[in-house]
């Protein structure tokens, strides 16, 4: 299933023992309410509460063969408003939306005009400075490859830290900021400390040339803010 979500009022992607209130709980009591049995949905990645989704995958196993188009309607007239299942394919055993992806993309959105935008403001970052967005591409050339990124997540037990990133993008239209970031996957609050340390760059509190030794340091002080959530979507799950 192809997936979008407003995660404005989630507590995140993954679900928890303290509340019903996450994606994935929804969505398996949604799906186990029309086939009549419980279900397990396993997600692409765990979105952290408050972020969005427009292209996030999740595979489920059902007892019996399904029309896809009729079961993506039914679906959709069972999940709540801010939940829409974009797309239902079948595939074959075996599939795992997080263990057979090969690549996500993200995209963080940023308003920096003086007063936020009325209609975007829950799904941006208004951050009212004047962003140097020449600085902050320089800075990509020590983002991208395959690196060791302990010093952009907080989570104080990663084991795995290395991850590779293909390409980020920085596209400026007037007074509103998109990052696109393209990676293998990303570490917890990743994409949002990148972002951090992007706008860091960008308003001249950071220098980018100083970035490997961030990288090297493994140490999450080193890096940048953690950006709102508000503003991340995840876009695509590459397969």
Known sequence: MTIS??????????????????????????????????????????????????????????????????????????LPEDIRIIEVELVRNGFHARKSAKGKKYEY??????????????????????????????????????????????????????????????ISNGEKVRITYYGTGFLYHMVRILTGTLLEVGTGKREASKLPVVIAAEDRSLAGFLAPARGLFLRKVYY
């Open 5 to 78: 979500y407003d995660g404005s009022r989630y507590q995140g992607w993954q679900r928890q023992a303290t509340t019903d209130n996450t994606i994935q709980f929804v969505l398996e009591y949604s799906i186990g309410k029309l086939v009549g049995y419980r279900v397990q949905v396993d997600g692409s990645g765990r979105t952290d509460a408050g972020v969005h989704a427009r292209g996030q995958v999740a595979s489920v196993k059902l007892s019996k063969l399904y029309d896809v188009q009729e079961l993506r309607e039914a679906l959709n007239r069972y």
């Open 109 to 170: 959105y940023i308003d920096c005009r003086e007063k936020p935008d009325v209609f975007s403001r829950r799904y941006c970052y208004h951050y009212p400075e004047r962003l140097d967005i020449n600085a902050m591409r320089d800075a990509v050339q020590y983002l991208v490859g395959v690196k060791n990124f302990i010093s952009f997540t907080d989570d104080k037990d990663c084991q795995d830290p290395v991850r590779k990133i293909m390409n980020i993008r920085i």
